[in-house]
């Protein structure tokens, strides 16, 4: 049960909301001043405070100053008359998480409690898993600090240290070779091989002799033996990506070669043991395609001893800005031009773009930007995706699952300010806007 303080000198209008409250399932308690209510969060913790803003002895205002010092995290939001609107709006700069106008809309102030819970629970969440990867450093080169990737890398961070067989599923260009050698390398076979093979690149013919070697002689253009990527990544770890191109025969072979521990090479008739973790990527649903009969069922259950998902771009939003800056700095220093960072509207198309080919996309839209970037800055006709056929794509009302566009920009500002290392003159710079503004922006964010 979560406790909510109402503060409100009105006190018909206090025992409404306390009633109205209380039936949907919290635990409300009553201020009628300012001062009481700054004495009461001091001496017991709440979830929300619902605050009145014209009060006698102590007025909202003051009073969300004061709690605000006390607490900076605890959420107030301010109940205000429409004729002092602009008031609440300074209360928003100094803290409060929202404003109300009177009279009430019920419908309205309970997704706004429900909003503020959920928020809570996914930064409590966030703080969990972000104290968990701390206690054991994590070797990856995933780039981002959404709550997708922060779930990503506890998911890896639990997985690898065992010895199961790994699925890796994701669409295309979500990044799951990477996911794959963070399995690897946080493993403890990390020391030994990583051996890497695309199914879908090799002809079938081709493949078996990949995987398991062959026999001098066993087929036309045999003329010499060789070992198989299972044999060069023994005591280590195999990625099998593109899993689900592989042909049925194939799959019988390589289900026999997980069951046995062994494998048997072209044209041979020994077989040689093998210690090997398998590490399976793909892009489709094996589950569909062995109900469909094109993928072995038993097959799929032995590569899918932990599922791995890689969210795609476009529910990670907030790694955008990060991921750009990033491709920025590589590929100007691969094509030896000085870009020194995005126009405002080139980083708001690439916030609002749907990047279907995922990370591999916007990696490739900001290489084209870099090479073809008119000015020090890569403006928005820089960038690839930016075609009339796309124009429905950059939807100027999207919000992003309920995030606001402003909290996108904030997203980006200090995202970009984090990758600057604190400096504000470069971060404008980057950001193709005065140092001014930027001061401007990071004081409506309290980080002035």
């Not at 929300?48 to 007025?59: E, F, G, H, R, T």
């Not at 969440?125 to 070797?139: D, I, M, P, Y």
């Not at 709550?147 to 990503?152: D, E, K, R, T, V």
């Amino acid at each position: 049960m979560k406790k909510i303080l109402v503060v409100d000198d009105d006190a018909a209008h206090a025992r409404m909301l306390k009633t109205l409250m209380a039936d949907w399932g919290h635990e409300i308690h009553l201020a009628d001043d300012g001062t009481i209510a700054v004495e009461m969060v001091k001496e017991q913790p709440f979830d929300i405070v619902l605050m009145d803003m014209k009060m006698v002895k102590m007025s909202g205002m003051e009073a969300l100053q004061l709690i605000k010092t006390y607490n900076p995290s605890l959420p107030v939001v301010i109940m205000t008359a429409y004729s002092s609107v602009h008031t609440a709006v300074k209360a928003l700069k100094i803290g409060a998480y929202d404003y109300l106008t009177k009279p009430l809309d019920f419908d309205k102030l309970k997704l706004t409690i429900e909003r503020i819970f959920e928020s809570i629970s996914l930064k409590t969440e966030n703080r969990h898993l972000k104290t968990r990867l701390k206690e054991k450093s994590l070797a990856h080169d995933i780039i981002g600090k959404s709550p997708a990737i922060l779930s990503l890398l506890d998911t890896i961070h639990m997985v690898a240290p065992t010895d199961a067989n790994v699925l890796v599923v994701g669409e295309s260009g979500t990044g799951k070779e990477l996911v794959s050698s963070a399995v690897h390398f946080n493993s403890s076979r990390k020391d030994q091989p990583f051996v890497r093979i695309n199914c879908a690149a090799i002809t079938e013919t081709l493949l078996e002799s990949e995987l398991f070697g062959h026999e001098k002689g066993s087929f036309t253009g045999a003329d010499k033996k060789r070992k198989g990527r299972f044999l060069l990544a023994d005591k280590g770890s195999i990625l099998l990506d593109e899993i689900g191109e592989m042909s049925l025969a194939m799959q019988v072979k390589l289900l026999r070669v997980i069951q046995e521990k062994e494998i048997t090479p072209v044209g041979s008739d020994q077989n040689i043991k093998t210690d090997v973790r398998i590490i399976a990527a793909t892009n489709k649903d094996l589950k569909e395609l062995s109900e469909q009969g094109s993928f072995r069922q038993d097959l799929y259950y032995r590569l899918n001893v932990v599922n791995i998902e890689v969210p795609p771009l476009r529910e990670r939003k907030e790694d955008i800005p990060t991921l750009a800056l990033h491709f920025l700095e590589s590929f100007s220093k691969k094509n030896k031009r000085d870009i020194k960072g995005f126009s405002p509207d080139a980083m708001d198309a690439m916030i609002r773009y749907e990047w279907e080919g995922n990370v591999r996309e916007l990696m490739n839209s900001v290489e084209r930007g870099v090479v073809l970037a008119r000015s020090d800055y890569i403006c928005l006709e820089d960038l690839s995706f930016i075609k009339a056929k796309d124009v429905d794509k950059i939807d100027a009302g999207i919000d992003f699952g309920n995030i606001r566009l402003s909290k996108i920009e904030e997203k980006a500002i200090l995202s970009t300010l984090e990758s600057a290392e604190g400096n504000k003159s470069e971060t404008a710079r980057r950001l193709g806007i005065t140092r001014k503004t930027l001061l401007k922006k990071l004081k409506q964010y309290g980080k002035s």
